[in-house]
């Protein structure tokens, strides 16, 4: 589904990683060609020039170990970048379709592939999930529409509400809402009706059902084909009727990905699932790290710098430990430290493993130290200059003002803050005095 676009950057990095050094031309040069890549893809222009700024942004920023190029590097730049532009921050949570029986709304134009895909999510929840589900169309127009989604509830043994003439579709929305409580199933879908184009008739209609159904998910279904098309029919369904995630269909013809690429950084909202074929089965969850990797095909590389990258971490560990064992502690490796929390996950876990630890853990546990917490801490220290981290003994009530405000922050946590850096470095001294084979070096194995 991505073949051009991946073609398009496969030239570019197999260049750009068969030589050794990169000089910012280079780089800059690669950028422009990446660029002219997504939006041949049809990548909307905003989201291909941030693309393009936050790579060359951590390119030119970033560390370089000696086991790989800086070609490769900015391979793997690239490839976290993709994952960044197709889901943001994070992967969505699942479905929220616990407390039955959740209405799920599909809206859409006609012809996106709406029906389809409410079959082939039912037989999925079905399957996969061992929910029951009911599925109604709401689409009074097309009486043609009801009997096909009664077609396909019958080949994937999914039930359909029964077809009363003459309903509006909240009416229907209604009556589905009812039926599925009182059949005890897990799960309502709506498919409602579709038109060619976006009008006020087709979002009233939209909005009405979606007062009375009280959807916990609502899906847009649109045709990845159609490209920048699909990003703005989405960002006009989310402004009208609000959606909760985007399902891309036709992801199996030769579009040319850019839908897929501007969705969640122009609409805000996650792609959830790939349409990929019109059987019942051909419906993915969608993966920004398996896309990614389709659209750049260079796994091997970017595998190799994340090992590393592991190995950088290491060795920034290890200097870390001969620091400690020196018995200094200042507020770079308090900060070091804080970081390394946020990565492994709190307080307790890091500390737990070091011997002599498990008290300060406790500590730290009950002076909250949550995620939330420690990102605060951050904060306050990358509020002080450098000399001032090196050697926090040397902060007066006037900096310490400063440094909070600085912050947003109240002097009192700036304090505490201090306080814990006091005692770590105390402990780390004490630690270090019990000599070279003492308990940090044991710790460290
Ligand atoms: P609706 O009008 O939005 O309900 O669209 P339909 O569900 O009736 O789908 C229109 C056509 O698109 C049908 O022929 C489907 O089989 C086809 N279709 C739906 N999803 C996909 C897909 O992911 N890939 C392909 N190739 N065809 C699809």
């Given at each position: 589904m991505f073949e051009n676009l991946s073609d398009r950057l496969g030239g570019v990095f197999d260049r750009l990683t068969k030589q050794g050094a990169l000089t910012e031309d280079d780089v800059t040069a690669a950028m422009r060609e990446v660029r002219v890549a997504l939006l041949e893809a049809d990548v909307s222009l905003p989201v291909a020039r941030n693309f393009v700024k936050a790579v060359t942004q951590k390119a030119t920023g970033s560390a370089v170990t000696k086991s790989i190029t800086p070609g490769q590097q900015v391979v793997k730049i690239v490839h976290d970048e993709l994952i960044r532009t197709l889901q943001g921050e994070d992967a969505p949570d699942a479905l929220r379709i616990d407390n039955p029986p959740a209405p799920i709304l599909m809206v859409g134009l006609q012809g996106s592939g709406k029906t389809t895909t409410t079959a082939k999510l039912a037989l999925r929840l079905k399957e996969r999930e061992k929910k029951r589900v009911l599925m109604a169309s709401l689409d009074t127009n097309r009486p043609a529409a009801m009997e096909q989604l009664a077609i396909l509830g019958q080949q994937i043994g999914v039930d359909t509400l029964p077809i009363v003439p003459g309903q509006t579709a909240p009416q229907i929305a209604s009556r589905a809402k009812q039926q599925a409580a009182l059949g005890g199933y897990d799960v309502v879908m709506l498919d409602t009706a579709g038109r060619l184009h976006i009008d006020q008739a087709l979002m009233d209609e939209v909005q009405a059902v979606r007062d009375i159904a009280q959807p916990r998910e609502t899906l847009l279904v649109v045709d990845g084909l159609t490209g920048q098309d699909a990003v703005n029919v989405a960002t006009e369904f989310d402004g009208k009727v609000g959606i909760s995630g985007v399902v891309l269909t036709?992801?199996?013809?030769?579009?040319?990905g850019g839908a897929a690429l501007s969705m969640r950084a122009v609409t805000g909202k996650p792609i959830r699932f790939v349409g990929l074929g019109?059987?019942?089965?051909?419906?993915?969850?969608?993966d920004a790290q398996r896309v990614a990797g389709r659209i750049l095909g260079m796994g091997d590389i970017v595998a190799l710098v994340e090992k590393a990258q592991q190995v950088l971490e290491v060795e920034q560990a290890e200097r870390m430990m001969k620091r400690f064992q020196k018995g200094l502690f200042n507020m770079n490796d308090l900060k070091g430290q804080l970081e390394q929390m946020q990565k492994m996950g709190g307080m307790q876990s890091i500390m737990g493993m070091m011997p002599g630890m498990a008290k300060m853990a406790k500590q730290a546990e009950a002076a909250g130290m949550d995620d939330r917490a420690i990102a605060r801490q951050i904060a306050l220290i990358n509020s002080m200059t450098k000399k001032e981290r090196a050697n926090p003994d040397m902060l007066q009530a006037s900096r310490k003002k400063r440094i909070a405000a600085g912050a947003g922050m109240e002097v009192s946590e700036l304090n505490k803050l201090l306080k814990m850096q006091k005692q770590m470095a105390d402990t780390m001294k004490k630690l270090g005095k019990m000599g070279k084979g003492g308990m940090l070096k044991q710790a460290m194995r």
């Amino acid at each position: 589904m991505f073949e051009n676009l991946s073609d398009r950057l496969g030239g570019v990095f197999d260049r750009l990683t068969k030589q050794g050094a990169l000089t910012e031309d280079d780089v800059t040069a690669a950028m422009r060609e990446v660029r002219v890549a997504l939006l041949e893809a049809d990548v909307s222009l905003p989201v291909a020039r941030n693309f393009v700024k936050a790579v060359t942004q951590k390119a030119t920023g970033s560390a370089v170990t000696k086991s790989i190029t800086p070609g490769q590097q900015v391979v793997k730049i690239v490839h976290d970048e993709l994952i960044r532009t197709l889901q943001g921050e994070d992967a969505p949570d699942a479905l929220r379709i616990d407390n039955p029986p959740a209405p799920i709304l599909m809206v859409g134009l006609q012809g996106s592939g709406k029906t389809t895909t409410t079959a082939k999510l039912a037989l999925r929840l079905k399957e996969r999930e061992k929910k029951r589900v009911l599925m109604a169309s709401l689409d009074t127009n097309r009486p043609a529409a009801m009997e096909q989604l009664a077609i396909l509830g019958q080949q994937i043994g999914v039930d359909t509400l029964p077809i009363v003439p003459g309903q509006t579709a909240p009416q229907i929305a209604s009556r589905a809402k009812q039926q599925a409580a009182l059949g005890g199933y897990d799960v309502v879908m709506l498919d409602t009706a579709g038109r060619l184009h976006i009008d006020q008739a087709l979002m009233d209609e939209v909005q009405a059902v979606r007062d009375i159904a009280q959807p916990r998910e609502t899906l847009l279904v649109v045709d990845g084909l159609t490209g920048q098309d699909a990003v703005n029919v989405a960002t006009e369904f989310d402004g009208k009727v609000g959606i909760s995630g985007v399902v891309l269909t036709r992801m199996d013809g030769d579009g040319r990905g850019g839908a897929a690429l501007s969705m969640r950084a122009v609409t805000g909202k996650p792609i959830r699932f790939v349409g990929l074929g019109e059987k019942m089965d051909a419906l993915e969850t969608f993966d920004a790290q398996r896309v990614a990797g389709r659209i750049l095909g260079m796994g091997d590389i970017v595998a190799l710098v994340e090992k590393a990258q592991q190995v950088l971490e290491v060795e920034q560990a290890e200097r870390m430990m001969k620091r400690f064992q020196k018995g200094l502690f200042n507020m770079n490796d308090l900060k070091g430290q804080l970081e390394q929390m946020q990565k492994m996950g709190g307080m307790q876990s890091i500390m737990g493993m070091m011997p002599g630890m498990a008290k300060m853990a406790k500590q730290a546990e009950a002076a909250g130290m949550d995620d939330r917490a420690i990102a605060r801490q951050i904060a306050l220290i990358n509020s002080m200059t450098k000399k001032e981290r090196a050697n926090p003994d040397m902060l007066q009530a006037s900096r310490k003002k400063r440094i909070a405000a600085g912050a947003g922050m109240e002097v009192s946590e700036l304090n505490k803050l201090l306080k814990m850096q006091k005692q770590m470095a105390d402990t780390m001294k004490k630690l270090g005095k019990m000599g070279k084979g003492g308990m940090l070096k044991q710790a460290m194995r």
